[in-house]
């Protein structure tokens, strides 16, 4: 349902920072699928999900999705396809708003000048109610003042209130409190098996990235170094990940993913 | 009567004020076209008026801001001109199309033309409120444009407006163009700008080029007087505190009148105002910064 071909990417071309990050990258993700992506800091995992998203045009190469050449289409264009979540939790809401403007503004109820109605107010309600951390008592409090954990709880909601074809989770617990961190990802789980949406999640928790979804890919350098799925990945343990992660780029982890382990 | 004179400024510049609560509160864009654009509804509004259409006046000025505004942002969301750079080529621009409205004069004169206000004025004569004519009008435009603005607030564009000065990321994950918001924010805020210009020159009967010099300083400064006020609670309160913080500069700067300061300083006041209340912040930090060195220093 995602495919990219031959896709390249430069920073700063022609500097002295010049930075290849990717080139002649290709990619398929099959409907479905629950793919979770590891790998080292700047191995390009989130420029992955720039390049996916539209935030990032490729400098050559194509980006399909569900078979539609979306390689020039813009970021918000791709969105009623796409939805994204990010580490930081105040990037998937407006901080200013109401929890419920923000829903009003994910729900994209009726037009432009249209006011939510208390049918739609009610629907919201219950999209809240469903998450079962209470959050439909501060419908009306500005999401500024929410913690972390609520916040992306709400951005979850948000961003898969119409399911998306495609979920883009860029480690999306990591900013969160253990507890936080598992009812996000607890809720995540649901949602997606709900319905049904294909996901690629990036994911410093090699424990996770192993035992959630159906593929794992491993990034570095911007290259696809390692591909795993079905049985040969069911006896896979993270030990086995760690090392074939310093076998194929003769790199440690990083301490950040050995502190996950 | 000095009150009086107070109160109708405050409500007239307080719209030029909503108008900022609009692109600088809530798109977060500090358009720096809005002297110039308050200048265009001034003299729009009273070559329109001076050709015998008080009403249509309000439109053109309205339609004229609007148009401005669109430009300014059509400069930052279609050219890659920067926000602030591209209020400031609209400003200088519209000095040129302003004399050029004004058919190669800096001066219009309406004292013998009937205006909005004027006609009004013969309404009310023999009655208590004969002297409040101007008062009257300018309420209502206020009252109208707090209530529409408030109302457009909570529309779903009015929310994406909020949203793209607060995330434009979560504008765009919810499939919404922040370059489409930006252009809608700022041709509504400079339409009332533009009234608020127009209003000012129908009440005072005349315009001349420097109508608007300042005015962008000294909303601010009601603006932020307003702010100083607000607890944060609602959009609807916000907007009456930016209404009350109009008057309450133009209060403060009459009462400095009447005690022998001289007019030509109501920019320096204004100035002062937005330095202070946009730096208060900061200086407290640093002060309380170098009061916790100075005790470890002890």
């Known amino acids: ?261 | 009567m000095l009150i009086r004179t107070a109160l109708e400024l405050g409500l007239i510049s307080s719209l030029t004020v909503l108008a900022l609560f609009l692109s600088y509160s809530m798109l977060n864009i500090c358009d720096l076209s809005t002297d110039g654009v308050f200048t265009i509804g001034a003299c729009v509004g009273a070559v329109v008026a001076l050709s015998g259409h008080p009403f249509l006046s309000i439109f053109a000025a309205l339609a004229a801001g609007i148009l401005a505004g669109l430009i300014t942002a059509l400069l930052q969301t279609r050219m890659g001109v920067d926000s602030l750079l591209s209020g400031i080529i609209v400003n200088t621009a519209s000095f040129s199309i302003n004399i050029a409205i004004m058919g190669k004069s800096s001066l219009l004169n309406m004292n013998k033309i009937t205006t909005i206000f004027t006609m009004l004025k013969d309404l009310l004569q023999n009655t208590f409120l004969e002297n409040y004519h101007i008062l009257l009008i300018s309420l209502l435009f206020v009252i109208a444009v707090c209530l529409l603005l408030n109302l457009f607030l909570k529309t779903r564009l009015g929310l994406a407006i909020r949203a793209t000065g607060n995330n434009p990321v979560m504008v765009e994950s919810s499939s919404i163009d922040p370059s489409f918001t930006t252009i809608i924010g700022l041709m509504i805020s400079s339409g009332i700008t533009a009234l608020s210009g127009c209003l000012l020159a129908q009440a005072q009967k005349s315009v001349n080029i420097d109508i608007g010099s300042g005015i962008l300083t000294i909303c601010l400064a009601s603006l932020l007087i307003g702010r100083i006020l607000s607890r944060n609670s609602s959009v609807v309160a916000d907007t009456i505190l930016a209404v009350l913080g109009a008057i309450i500069f133009r209060t403060i700067y009459t009462a400095a009148l009447r005690l022998n300061m001289p007019a030509y300083m109501l920019k320096l006041i204004s100035a002062v105002i937005v330095l202070i209340t946009i730096s208060l912040p900061y200086m407290k930090e640093r002060y309380l910064l170098s009061k916790r060195k100075r005790s470890q220093h002890a």
């Not at chain 1, 700063?12 to 099959?30: A, M, Q, R, W």
């Not at chain 1, 994910?106 to 109605?117: R, V």
């Not at chain 1, 990235?209 to 006896?235: C, F, P, Q, W």
Request: glycine share 8%.
């Open chain 1, 1 to 261: 349902m995602l495919d990219l071909f031959h896709i390249s990417k430069t920073y700063d071309p022609g500097t002295i920072n010049e930075k290849v990050l990717y080139s002649d990258f290709n990619f398929h993700v099959d409907q479905g699928d629950y793919i979770t992506i590891v790998g080292a800091n700047g191995s390009g995992k989130t420029t992955l999900f720039n390049l996916i998203s539209g935030r990032l045009l490729p400098d050559e190469g194509t980006v399909l999705l569900d078979g539609r050449d979306v390689t020039f289409e813009s970021e918000h264009i791709r969105a009623h396809e796409i939805g994204r979540l990010f580490q930081d939790p105040s990037m998937g809401t407006a901080p200013g708003l109401t929890v419920y403007e923000n829903l009003v503004l994910a729900a994209k109820t009726g037009g432009w000048l249209s006011m939510p109605n208390s049918h739609d107010k009610e629907y919201l309600k219950q999209k809240l109610m469903d998450l079962d951390i209470g959050l439909e008592e501060r419908m009306h409090q500005r999401v500024g003042t929410l913690s972390g954990g609520q916040r992306q709880a709400l951005a979850l909601v948000m961003a898969t209130i119409h399911p998306p074809k495609l979920l883009l989770l860029d480690e999306h617990t990591a900013a969160l409190d253990p507890q936080s961190a598992e009812k996000v990802t607890e809720l995540t789980d649901q949602i997606i098996k709900e319905n049904n949406i294909t996901c690629l999640m990036i994911t410093h928790d090699l424990d996770q990235a192993l035992h959630t979804g159906n593929r794992t890919i491993m990034l570095n350098e911007g290259e696809i170094v390692y591909d795993v799925s079905g049985k040969e990945r069911e006896k896979l343990e993270v030990n086995d990940l760690i090392r074939i992660f310093k076998e194929k780029t003769r790199k440690y982890l990083d301490d950040e993913v050995l502190l996950n382990v």
